[in-house]
């Protein structure tokens, strides 16, 4: 079964780069027609898809969050990466990486495995 694992730091300062690796075990990120995402969530909001790259080294990116928002992957350690730049504090959530096999989703249900989430707060 596949695994996911968030890393990162929680805390991140206004206009500094939030960067988050996610660690997948038990199987490929190269593995065809899977999408491997970012997701958030904000305190007291619903999920929101920030972007996905997928098993062939594409990217996909939240037209909102595109701008600041850039994700990578490293197969020879089997991880994927998000950076978000030039936070703000309305970027605090709970980010989550998960495989789905659609883009743009917001129900965990779309996804057949996700990480437990780290929390990440923008404060000075």
């Known amino acids: 079964q596949v695994q996911l694992q968030e890393s990162g730091p929680g805390l991140v300062k206004p206009s500094q780069t939030l960067s988050l690796t996610c660690t997948v075990s038990g199987g490929s990120i190269t593995t065809d027609y899977y999408y491997w995402s970012w997701i958030r969530q904000p305190p007291g909001q619903g999920l929101e898809w920030m972007g996905a790259v997928t098993s062939s080294g594409s990217t996909y990116y939240s037209p909102s969050l595109k701008s600041r928002t850039s994700i990578s992957r490293d197969t020879s350690k089997n991880q994927f990466t998000l950076q978000l730049s030039s936070v703000t504090p309305e970027d605090t959530a709970v980010y989550y990486c998960?495989?789905?096999?659609?883009?743009?989703?917001?129900?965990?249900?779309?996804?057949?495995?996700r990480g437990q989430g780290t929390q990440v707060t923008v404060s000075s």
């Open positions: 998960a495989r789905g096999r659609n883009l743009q989703r917001t129900r965990w249900s779309d996804y057949d495995s």
